[in-house]
């Protein structure tokens, strides 16, 4: 009997724990992305990483191409708003102001602009960055969250650097 319930109680967690090793999507923690000189009115390439996995994207006025922490990233722009993907999941990001509202894969996305900082939440996890003036042209970006989506603003704050 205790070998029946304890086959029925692995059976059962077996699906679960299989989702959760998925390689879907990798839980990034620490990104950052810099550039020191823009490469012409509007364009900026930006180099950096996230966990050890390269971050190298290219931002101009229709958009964002390139990897983000490995994962490929095509991010197009309309105004304020941000449609695209990052790795298998669909990104969209509206700015209204000093807040910025979307979806990440099947997370909201809420995030506040103070300073040079941004802080907000992709789902149930906080994540913060902060931007900081390299010279003589450049810019550092640093986004951090202890349970993951640090990746998910890298792409989109290279676009407001670049912005003419």
Same mark, same amino acid.
């Given at each position: 009997?205790?070998?029946?319930?304890?086959?029925?109680?692995? !059976?059962?967690?077996?699906?679960?724990?299989?989702?959760?090793?998925?390689?879907?999507?990798?839980?990034?923690?620490?990104?950052?992305?810099?550039?020191?000189?823009?490469?012409?009115?509007?364009?900026?390439?930006?180099?950096?990483?996230?966990?050890?996995?390269?971050?190298?994207?290219?931002?101009?006025?229709?958009?964002?191409?390139?990897?983000?922490?490995?994962?490929?990233?095509?991010?197009?722009?309309?105004?304020?708003?941000?449609?695209?993907?990052?790795?298998?999941?669909?990104?969209?990001?509206?700015?209204?102001?000093?807040?910025?509202?979307?979806?990440?894969?099947?997370?909201?996305?809420?995030?506040?602009?103070?300073?040079?900082?941004?802080?907000?939440?992709?789902?149930?996890?906080?994540?913060?960055?902060?931007?900081?003036?390299?010279?003589?042209?450049?810019?550092?970006?640093?986004?951090?969250?202890?349970?993951?989506?640090?990746?998910?603003? !890298?792409?989109?704050?290279?676009?407001?650097?670049?912005?003419?």
């Amino acid at each position: 009997m205790k070998r029946v319930i304890g086959a029925t109680l692995l !059976v059962g967690l077996l699906p679960g724990l299989a989702v959760a090793a998925s390689p879907a999507q990798p839980r990034l923690t620490k990104c950052f992305a810099s550039t020191f000189v823009q490469a012409g009115r509007g364009v900026a390439l930006f180099k950096g990483n996230c966990n050890g996995k390269d971050t190298t994207l290219k931002a101009d006025s229709s958009g964002i191409k390139g990897r983000v922490g490995g994962l490929v990233t095509v991010i197009n722009a309309s105004g304020a708003n941000y449609t695209g993907r990052i790795g298998h999941s669909k990104f969209s990001l509206k700015w209204h102001g000093a807040t910025m509202t979307g979806r990440y894969g099947a997370s909201t996305l809420r995030f506040g602009v103070v300073g040079s900082t941004v802080i907000g939440r992709v789902g149930s996890a906080r994540i913060t960055c902060s931007i900081k003036p390299l010279p003589p042209l450049g810019e550092l970006i640093t986004c951090t969250g202890a349970h993951g989506g640090a990746h998910v603003l !890298v792409p989109f704050l290279t676009k407001v650097y670049a912005a003419p």
